[in-house]
Structure formats: C-alpha cells, structure tokens
C-alpha cells in the first residue's frame, strides 16, 4: 500500500518539554494538526509511538492502537 501523503500523512515526531508535560501542549499540538487535516481534507492522520510511553494516556483519548507490528530492513 503507498499512502498519498497529501491525504494521509504520517506524524513523524511529537516532542513537548519536559518541563511543560501535563498542562495540555500535546492535547493542543494533535488538536491543531486535526484541524489542519479538516481544512486540507486528510483522510487520516497517523503515528507510530511505543507501547509503554506515558503519552499514549492522551493519543488514546483519539483513537485506539492497531495490531500492526513495524519492520525495519536495511538493504
């Protein structure tokens, strides 16, 4: 499957200061990327995180996580 990046992007990395975890500029950043993706029409907005990291307590709050395992090769 190619996806169009146009449509379907992928979030490649959401960092928040240390310092500033818990007082909602996560909630505020993911919040803005879905409004950003009704303006250009995304089908779908998607990211990878592992399976213990704290943040998933909010990326939870929008969705749930699949079962897909990710493969990395290198040629």
Same mark, same amino acid.
């Given at each position: 499957? #190619?996806?169009? #990046?146009?449509?379907?992007?992928? @979030?490649?990395?959401?960092?928040?200061?240390?310092?500033?975890?818990?007082?909602?500029?996560?909630?505020? @950043? #993911?919040?803005?990327?879905?409004?950003?993706?009704?303006?250009?029409?995304?089908?779908?907005?998607?990211?990878?995180?592992?399976?213990?990291?704290?943040?998933?307590? @909010?990326?939870d709050?929008?969705?749930e996580?699949?079962?897909?395992?990710?493969?990395? #090769?290198?040629?």
């Open positions: 499957m #190619i996806f169009d #990046i146009q449509t379907y992007p992928y @979030l490649e990395d959401l960092f928040v200061d240390a310092a500033e975890r818990g007082a909602g500029a996560g909630k505020a @950043l #993911i919040d803005a990327l879905i409004d950003e993706g009704k303006r250009e029409g995304w089908s779908k907005l998607y990211w990878v995180t592992r399976m213990h990291n704290p943040a998933r307590k @909010l990326y709050h929008y969705g996580a699949d079962d897909y395992v990710r493969y990395r #090769i290198t040629p």
